[in-house]
């Protein structure tokens, strides 16, 4: 442990997102209170904004906000990561709802999202909403020229001519949005790194052949200076597609594109999670599995999506209690689904879909003082998150397709007390890793079903061994260590300290 490179930047970093890193609420007052979020990311990039005096762009979660009302500074007594930011320090970019309809709900949600997890016959395709998608990544694109036209004026005032300023744009609502925002930089001469991270997977030639614009999203992406994925097989995947899409020649040992002269690199950094946070609530939070001394319970922890797997999941349980009644009374499924996209209308009929699924199977197997699932549709607190992954007998980590799924990452640093089992898809970018979770492909009941029951009969020692090895990496692989690497590869470190690759 403590392989942690420290974050001394080397100039202003303007973070770019869909959301901004809080939510602005209305009041009954009408003025607008920040609405923190407690994602990962944003724990760990927002200090560095904080520190670097950066900027963050993105949505500020309403339309109702007027372009003149100023961004509320944070309550004296928040205690968020995201506390230390001025208001000054935020640029929100104003959507109307139409546009952001079609935009988030339609191309975002009802493209991209579906056929970068590789399920095509989700995805639909239509002229309007692709047209809306292009015109609100000009937006955040102007949104960040001007902010960029303002930072580099002030550091040129004060001499700094040699500072170079940084973009970090996140994630596959903004991938065209480089396009614009290097034309105008050629165009007017602007100095800055332009760096890209894709949170979710990157998907193979055959599956981007089928976007109608797939040219335009590959030049989009190309139009940074840097374009980071979770894992090397989404880095592959892309690098793959520059070629035979565009004719770009490629290096593939060194992950490098070239286009119009420009080298683009391309690199693997793979996202982990706040380790010690996590470790500090699951020793504070108290017990909320009353009966964990009589019922061994499973967990599930997921958006409600269907790229997570959930119907196969609850499907191979119920395969679990039919092939072995013995765990009748003896063990739940804890299964809590956050509700997630709900005006679009795939995540509706999935949310019908799981409500029939669970009654069914707790109507067939319940005694009056026991029922196989539990089922919270709703958020839960972190703390009580933590105290469920800690006290859980086993993770069911089964996403048919995921980026990197974090939540196979929280279970294992929760684990302070007696060893669980993590049950890990190798279809998430989290499955190369977490060798020592029990893998298993969420599409196969039968073998599903096996993998739970041979993980409730782990022996101790086995599970001790396996969950010490998962500890262990992920707390050296935390999301400090990622957002370093990250900053370090968009070329924004002052220092690098010569620290050892954990790997
Ligand atoms: C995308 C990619 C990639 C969940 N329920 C509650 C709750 N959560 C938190 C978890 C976790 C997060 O939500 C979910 O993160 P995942 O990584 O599992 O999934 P996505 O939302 O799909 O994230 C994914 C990630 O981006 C990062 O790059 O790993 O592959 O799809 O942190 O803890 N948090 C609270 N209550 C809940 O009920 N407080």
């Not at 520059?242 to 420009?262: F, H, I, P, Y």
């Amino acid at each position: 442990i403590g392989m942690k490179k420290k974050t001394e930047i080397n100039g202003p970093l303007i973070v770019v997102s869909n959301r901004l890193p809080f939510v602005l609420q209305r009041k009954s007052d009408g003025t607008f209170v920040r609405k923190q979020s407690a994602g990962g990311l944003v724990t760990a990039v927002a200090p560095v904004v904080v520190e670097c005096k950066g900027l963050w762009i993105g949505w500020s979660g309403t339309h109702d906000l007027d372009p003149e009302t100023a961004i509320p500074e944070a309550d004296p007594s928040d205690n968020a990561p995201t506390a230390g930011l001025l208001s000054k320090q935020i640029i929100p970019v104003h959507i109307d709802r139409k546009e952001f309809e079609d935009y988030y709900n339609g191309c975002c949600n009802g493209t991209i999202w579906p056929l970068f997890h590789s399920m095509p016959d989700k995805a639909v395709f239509q002229a309007h909403t692709w047209k809306a998608y292009c015109t609100v990544n000009s937006k955040f694109a102007e949104s960040t020229l001007n902010a960029l036209r303002s930072i580099l004026a002030d550091l040129d005032k004060n001499g700094k001519t040699t500072v170079t300023p940084v973009v970090w744009i996140h994630d596959y609502q903004l991938m065209v949005a480089a396009t614009h925002i290097r034309h105008k930089c050629d165009e007017e001469n602007l100095r800055c790194r332009l760096g890209f991270f894709l949170h979710i997977p990157f998907p193979a030639w055959d599956l981007i052949r089928l976007f109608p614009w797939d040219d335009q999203i590959l030049q989009g992406m190309l139009a940074f200076d840097f374009v980071g994925f979770h894992i090397e097989d989404y880095c592959l995947n892309f690098i793959d597609c520059c070629c035979r899409r565009l004719g770009c020649r490629v290096d593939r040992n060194s992950m490098l594109v070239e286009l119009a002269g420009r080298t683009i690199h391309v690199k693997a950094l793979p996202i982990g999670i706040p380790f010690e946070r996590f470790v500090q609530l699951a020793q504070t939070a108290p017990e909320y599995l009353k009966d964990t001394e009589k019922v061994k319970v499973i967990i599930g922890v997921d958006r409600l999506d269907y790229t997570k797997g959930l119907v196969h999941r609850i499907k191979a349980f119920e395969r679990l209690l039919e092939n072995h009644p013995e765990y009748l009374e003896k063990v739940s499924l804890l299964q809590i689904s956050v509700p997630s996209r709900t005006d679009v209308q795939e995540y509706k009929q999935l949310k019908d879909e799981m409500e029939q699924l669970i009654g069914r199977i707790n109507g067939r197997f319940s005694q009056p003082n026991w029922s196989p699932i539990r089922y919270i549709y709703g958020c839960i607190s972190q703390e009580q998150l933590a105290a469920l992954y800690r006290d859980a007998a086993v993770a069911l980590v089964t996403p048919l397709r995921d980026g990197m799924n974090l939540v196979a990452k929280e279970y294992v640093a929760c684990q302070i007390r007696e060893p669980g089992v993590l049950i890990l898809s190798p279809f998430a970018g989290a499955g190369g890793m977490m060798h020592e979770a029990l893998l298993v492909n969420p599409y196969e009941l039968d073998e599903a079903a096996k993998t739970i029951h041979r993980a409730l009969a782990m022996p101790l020692d086995e599970r001790e061994l396996r969950m010490t090895q998962l500890r262990h990496r992920e707390h050296c692989l935390d999301v400090n260590y990622w957002m370093s690497s990250c900053l370090s590869a968009m070329g924004a470190l002052k220092t690098e300290d010569g620290d050892v690759d954990p790997l």
